[in-house]
């Protein structure tokens, strides 16, 4: 589990990245080559300590890897009947 507020805002706007990436119609390969080079710019810039960035890279593996984090929710429709109405 990710700890530092710094390492959680990264895991957000990557793990956003991805599901955007998803919905645009993008392969799995593709998001996982997304992923790769934005863990690799946080190796090169030296934003967080290297400890950090791989436990980051984990929780971003296990988030790729879950099938239900890239489902599209459609949301329900209710349709309102006369009862529903109050005169």
Known sequence: MLQDSLTIR????LTDAMVELWRRGNRYEDIRQYMDGYI???HHTGALEVYKIHRLEEEVFRFLRDPSNFEIAYPQTQTQTETDFYY
């Open 10 to 13: 990264y895991y957000q706007r």
């Open 40 to 42: 690799a710019c946080l």
